[in-house]
């Protein structure tokens, strides 16, 4: 049965490679992975009510669905290669399938990404995407690798999809649409993330909030973190609709956004923000790794300030 | 935030493998398949009431969650190495979780399966596995190589879940805890499927009911398939327990058994069977392909049959 479903989807991705011996159809796909290369390997759930409000077009979800994904991969610094898509839905709605396919599909095909595998079962709306990426070994950028003095930037603005998230609330919510187009279609930073490797000390995506995931790199590397909220990189749209305390609030803590923060060695912060200009999303230095534990967000007074939001914890 | 929970399951499963450059902890694992090996990938999500009913026991989910997958690398003649878990639940409850794990544990750590990576989030209880093994580049296992002359055989015995499904509506299911264990914690045939390289010509796991996954051989291969009745082979328990008519209705359609039906030259039959023995669950034969299409059952008086069930399938 799954076939049917997965098989119908996969059709929207037709992408040959010649490193899928076998794709969808049989008990597993089988692949090669090229000589001299690694695997990286992750795997997201969104589910209806939690990850994307009811509601949400099912295009935005299939992209939605993969781009968290992709957003892992990139912050590895790897190639995207394959995926398995595993669809739980209440029900085999053919308009619903072929949406999330198109939405899925538009994501995928320029990255020559294959859908090689996947399973739909019924019950409540939940989509878990399992990518694979390729890297060198020694190569993947890791959480781990970030040292006192480095700096510490972000890709692209932060905040969008937080906003956008509020803004679904209004009664039109037509005029905001930028911000809301940034918590449906996020963009995953895959060319960023190649272009770090080698530079970067350290790297994360931003899904929980920027405070919550730098935390990750401050706790896997052994250090601590400063940032100064002045400095955060916030889209034009947001300085449109929202007031400055609030559009650090959704930044600092806002998650959802699938930016890449991560950690140069302070003497190269310019250089990469310039090569990131140059794929597209541009990097902004926000602070510098420090001594000590955690992440304290500056208050332009030489003391720290609290976020309002701690960061997005399904189980808080 | 996911990590503690995957970290938790993965401490029950702690295999240390040299493949393994980056487990869980950072934004994907990092691993690298042996030279001269390809690799089969499948994934399988498990839904409360759908594919276990509610009140199943954490362990048994783990277990069962594991097993399905298992059971696909088995039916491509895939050894295990990797897994993924992606777990959506209604709440963060330890005990639920250190259950769910140590069935989990229990599977996994004789196959020296090491668990890379995971994904928690909140919503309906659902389980989605994927698992990573590794082939000889040609040799996996695929449903399209029987040929007309093939005997079609099964593992083990069949129909044992489906009756255990219906027990557990009994006032007191104690009598028929060999059924239920069937159902609940389903033994992948991967030793089988090991020994079943380079003999069978076709292979699948029935998962969907024998009929149903026969069926797929055949639609692959471009053959037919009749099988017989009276040979398929049923437990103990189950010709304790249920009439014979019954058995072979959960026998031909009742699904979840997870043993292999897979296809031989039918001068190989019995030194099949001989060398599955070996491995512990046997071998019977129950058919043979032919020419045309579908799977016809044999009604012992030169007639066909109709299964009562077509088979499992979420969205009939």
Same mark, same amino acid.
């Given at each position: 049965?799954?076939?049917?479903?997965?098989?119908?989807?996969?059709?929207?991705?037709?992408?040959?490679?010649?490193?899928?011996?076998?794709?969808?159809?049989?008990?597993?796909?089988?692949?090669?992975?090229?000589?001299?290369?690694?695997?990286?390997?992750?795997?997201?759930?969104?589910?209806?009510?939690?990850?994307?409000? %009811?509601?949400?077009?099912?295009?935005?979800?299939?992209? %939605?669905?993969?781009?968290?994904?992709? *957003?892992? &991969?990139?912050?590895? /610094?790897? =190639?995207?290669?394959?995926?398995?898509?595993?669809?739980?839905?209440?029900?085999?709605?053919?308009?619903?399938?072929? @949406?999330?396919?198109?939405?899925?599909?538009?994501?995928?095909?320029?990255?020559?990404?294959?859908?090689?595998?996947?399973?739909?079962?019924?019950? $409540?709306?939940?989509?878990?995407?399992?990518?694979?990426?390729?890297?060198?070994?020694?190569?993947?950028?890791?959480? *781990?690798?970030?040292?006192?003095?480095?700096?510490?930037?972000?890709?692209?603005?932060?905040?969008?999809?937080?906003?956008?998230?509020?803004?679904?609330?209004?009664?039109?919510?037509?005029?905001?649409? +930028?911000?809301?187009?940034?918590?449906?279609?996020?963009?995953?930073?895959?060319?960023?993330?190649?272009?770090?490797?080698?530079?970067?000390?350290?790297?994360?995506?931003?899904?929980?909030?920027?405070?919550?995931?730098?935390?990750?790199?401050? =706790?896997?590397?052994?250090? @601590?973190?400063?940032?100064?909220?002045? &400095?955060?990189?916030?889209?034009?749209?947001?300085?449109?609709?929202?007031?400055?305390?609030?559009?650090?609030?959704?930044?600092?803590?806002?998650?959802?956004?699938?930016?890449?923060?991560?950690?140069? $060695?302070?003497?190269?912060? *310019?250089?990469?923000?310039?090569?990131?200009?140059?794929? /597209?999303?541009? +990097?902004?230095?926000?602070?510098?790794?420090?001594?000590?534990?955690?992440?304290?967000?500056?208050?332009?007074?030489?003391?720290?300030?609290? $976020?309002?939001?701690?960061?997005?914890?399904?189980?808080?």
């Amino acid at each position: 049965m799954e076939f049917d479903l997965i098989e119908r989807i996969r059709r929207h991705t037709d992408v040959a490679r010649d490193d899928v011996a076998l794709g969808i159809g049989d008990d597993a796909a089988v692949v090669a992975v090229p000589a001299g290369r690694e695997l990286a390997i992750a795997v997201d759930t969104l589910v209806e009510g939690v990850h994307f409000p %009811k509601g949400t077009a099912a295009a935005d979800i299939g992209w %939605k669905a993969l781009a968290v994904n992709l *957003s892992d &991969l990139a912050a590895m /610094g790897a =190639t995207p290669a394959w995926a398995l898509l595993a669809l739980t839905l209440p029900a085999a709605e053919e308009p619903f399938i072929d @949406g999330l396919a198109r939405g899925f599909a538009e994501l995928a095909t320029p990255y020559r990404l294959a859908l090689i595998g996947g399973d739909t079962t019924r019950g $409540p709306l939940t989509i878990t995407v399992t990518v694979h990426g390729f890297t060198t070994p020694g190569q993947a950028l890791l959480r *781990s690798g970030a040292r006192v003095g480095d700096a510490v930037m972000v890709t692209g603005t932060l905040g969008d999809a937080a906003a956008g998230l509020r803004c679904l609330a209004e009664a039109d919510p037509a005029p905001y649409a +930028a911000l809301v187009e940034r918590l449906n279609r996020p963009t995953p930073r895959v060319a960023a993330g190649q272009a770090l490797r080698g530079i970067a000390t350290a790297c994360v995506d931003v899904s929980d909030g920027l405070v919550a995931d730098l935390g990750h790199i401050c =706790t896997r590397s052994g250090v @601590g973190a400063e940032i100064d909220p002045a &400095l955060l990189p916030r889209s034009s749209a947001m300085l449109t609709h929202f007031h400055d305390a609030d559009a650090i609030d959704f930044a600092l803590a806002g998650g959802d956004d699938y930016e890449l923060c991560f950690t140069v $060695p302070a003497d190269k912060a *310019s250089e990469v923000a310039a090569d990131l200009a140059r794929v /597209g999303c541009g +990097a902004t230095r926000i602070g510098r790794i420090v001594e000590g534990a955690g992440v304290r967000v500056l208050d332009g007074a030489g003391g720290a300030r609290v $976020p309002r939001r701690a960061g997005w914890n399904h189980f808080a």
